[in-house]
């Protein structure tokens, strides 16, 4: 499978730096197409996501994260009408159906556990990617 003939952009938001630089290999592993940008916290999200020029296609965040966590950077993205329709995941080591089931109330499109290696988190991407319909056959 490869991208279609269109960029994709991703957004992460964790803190955790080689979180960060795994994500980015895995989706290197994807294409060449596909950008990503990063921000260390929620509150480093929002003031990258008003200084973007495109709207990312995905948003992919950690629930536990300094100065503010996962699920209040994602009620604070959906108050935004400009991002309130994009496809945000929820990204954390663990699986807390509590948390997951708080997640998908405050509109999380699903929950992502960190795989434990990139071939894992890249099959994982391209997964939600299928899911979304932005892999093509070739």
């Known amino acids: 499978m490869r991208l279609n003939n269109t960029t994709l952009n991703c ?40 200084d973007l020029s495109s709207i990312p296609d995905f948003i992919f965040i950690d629930m536990n994260m300094p100065r503010m966590n996962g699920l209040q950077c994602l009620q604070e993205i959906k108050k935004i009408d400009r991002f309130s329709q994009i496809p945000i995941y929820m990204f954390s080591t663990a699986a807390d159906p509590k948390a997951i089931n708080e997640s998908k109330k405050l509109g999380a499109a699903d929950f992502l556990v960190k795989p434990t290696n990139i071939s894992d988190l890249t099959t994982a991407l391209e997964t939600i990617f299928v899911r979304s319909q932005v892999y093509v056959n070739h």
């Open 11 to 50: 957004f992460l938001v964790d803190d955790d730096l080689d979180d960060q630089e795994i994500f980015g290999m895995a989706l290197i592993g994807l294409g060449d197409s596909i950008k990503c940008f990063f921000a260390n916290d929620g509150v480093h999200a929002l003031e990258k996501l008003h």
